[in-house]
T-cell receptor, first 111, second 112 residues
Framework: EDQVTQSPEALRLQEGESSSLNCSYT??????LFWYRQDPGKGPEFLFT???AGEEKEKERLKATLTKKESFLHITAPKPEDSATYLC????????????FGTGTRLTIIP | DAGITQSPRHKVTETGTPVTLRCHQT?????MYWYRQDPGHGLRLIHY???????DKGEVSDGYSVSRSKTEDFLLTLESATSSQTSVYFC???????????FGPGTRLTVL
């Protein structure tokens, strides 16, 4: 059974304190791994797609990486506006077109 | 940004009443999805559609039905709402599991 687990559930950082969020997964056939950001009261906003182990994507202070078992979202020198819940999701090769979402990491950046 | 709207944005209803939520997208995406989001459970798929009149169940489909008569519209119906269906409902659209999904702003539904 395809599974995706995100850790930690919540993370509080000082402004400028870099860290990483983890998304570990077990899947029979990975089509893509997706990262989203969700602000309170809003829908998830797409950040990155990763397709193969070793791939990396960057956007401002965020960098996503992928191995065969997990993905990391690295946050460098975060600012308070980076506070949000970060979700990862799997697209799997099951002949359907669904994504399986993790429960997210709630990130708080303290000024 | 993908153009996805949901209506209504907020709704309060009573147990046993029917409720229909509407999703409209302007991206001509083939696939559309309905999720519910609850604390501790994350996003859970209710139903999805892979074309006009083509739909399939997700992991939490009991008590829900859907219809898609046009590419741009996807309706979610609660035939007889229950308190356990109090949740935030998100619609999404996309091009399949190789590609990202784009989400609407959500509908907060409260069933009293």
């Amino acid at each position: 059974e395809d599974q995706v687990t995100q850790s930690p559930e919540a993370l509080r950082l000082q402004e400028g304190e870099s860290s990483s969020l983890n998304c570990s997964y077990t899947v029979s056939g990975l089509r893509g791994l997706f990262w989203y950001r969700q602000d309170p009261g809003k829908g998830p906003e797409f950040l990155f797609t990763l397709y193969s182990a070793g791939e990396e994507k960057e956007k401002e202070r965020l960098k996503a990486t992928l191995t065969k078992k997990e993905s990391f979202l690295h946050i460098t020198a975060p600012k308070p506006e980076d506070s949000a819940t970060y979700l990862c999701a799997l697209g799997v090769n099951f002949g359907n077109e669904k994504l399986t979402f993790g429960t997210g990491t709630r990130l708080t950046i303290i000024p | 940004d993908a153009g996805i709207t949901q209506s209504p944005r907020h709704k309060v209803t009573e147990t046993g009443t029917p409720v229909t939520l509407r999703c409209h997208q302007t991206e001509n995406h083939r696939y559309m999805y309905w999720y519910r989001q609850d604390p501790g459970h994350g996003l859970r798929l209710i139903h999805y559609s892979y074309g006009v009149k083509d739909t399939d169940k997700g992991e939490v489909s009991d008590g829900y039905s859907v219809s898609r008569s046009k590419t741009e519209d996807f309706l979610l119906t609660l035939e007889s709402a229950t308190s356990s269906q109090t949740s935030v409902y998100f619609c999404a659209s996309g091009l399949g599991s190789y590609n990202e999904q784009f989400f609407g702003p959500g509908t907060r539904l409260t069933v009293l």
